[in-house]
């Protein structure tokens, strides 16, 4: 059954702790990337990976890292320093990030909440 | 008080009837636009893509219009069903040296009375 795997469905966060959300993908997409949506907004991107080994920070990457050592996996550590993680973080893959022409596919998402 | 962003567009619509959902587009280097459909709790969806290329395109009960002249895309559904209900997003690429990045609009929710 291909597609995007997120786990945990849901997270709680202490003050202070770091905590890594996982996305995997089995659909052979060489593109990945993560997304942040708050109540009531659009998705707004935090990183991306058009390869493994390489990645790019998006419009929100503060308090945030990823890493892409395979490329079926790109997780994402929200670290102590993200002020603010309360939010519903959504994973996305496609074909390839190097063409206009490109259909992100979604996870399931993930619901950080702090304790 | 209100805050921003919670006060999402909302379009109510009976079963049966078409539904049409707009985005307006601020970027004129954008060339490539997706349609998303999110139900509560879940991830996107994709529905139906469009080049700039084109001024129309047609999928299953859906349709999807671009004007550039005006930068407004708009998403029509023929027969709206109960299952239709969730927030529709709209999408740009605005090409550059992020091929891949997607920029996403606020989303409109659309509510189908039975």
């Known amino acids: 059954d291909g597609g995007i795997t997120q786990s945990p469905k849901y997270l709680f966060r202490k003050e202070g702790q770091n905590v890594t959300l996982s996305c995997e993908q089995n659909?052979?997409?060489?593109?990945m990337y993560w997304y942040r949506q708050d109540p009531g907004q659009g998705l707004r991107l935090i990183y991306y990976?058009?390869?493994?080994?390489?990645?790019q920070k998006g419009d929100i990457a503060e308090g945030y890292s990823v890493s892409r050592e395979k490329k079926e996996s790109f997780p994402l550590t929200v670290t102590s320093a993200q002020k603010n993680p309360t939010a519903f973080y959504l994973c996305a893959s496609s074909v390839t990030g190097k063409y206009r022409e490109n259909i992100q596919y979604f996870g399931a998402g993930t619901r950080l909440s702090v304790l | 008080g209100e805050s921003v962003g919670l006060h999402l567009p909302t379009l109510s619509v009976q079963e049966g009837d078409n539904s049409i959902i707009n985005c307006a587009y601020s970027?004129?280097?954008?060339?490539?636009f997706i349609w998303y459909k999110q139900e509560s709790g879940k991830g996107p969806q994709f529905i139906i893509d469009i080049r700039s290329n084109m001024d129309k395109r047609q999928g299953q009960r859906v349709t999807v219009l671009l004007n550039k002249t005006v930068k407004h895309l708009s998403l029509q559904i023929a027969a709206t069903q109960p299952g239709d209900s969730a927030v529709y997003f709209c999408?740009?690429?605005?090409?550059?040296?992020?091929?891949?990045?997607?920029?996403f609009g606020q989303g409109t929710i659309l509510t189908v009375h039975p």
């Open positions: 990976s058009q390869i493994v080994n390489d990645f």
């Open positions: 999408a740009e690429n605005a090409g550059g040296t992020s091929y891949g990045k997607l920029t």
């Open positions: 659909l052979n997409h060489d593109a």
């Open positions: 970027n004129s280097a954008s060339d490539y």
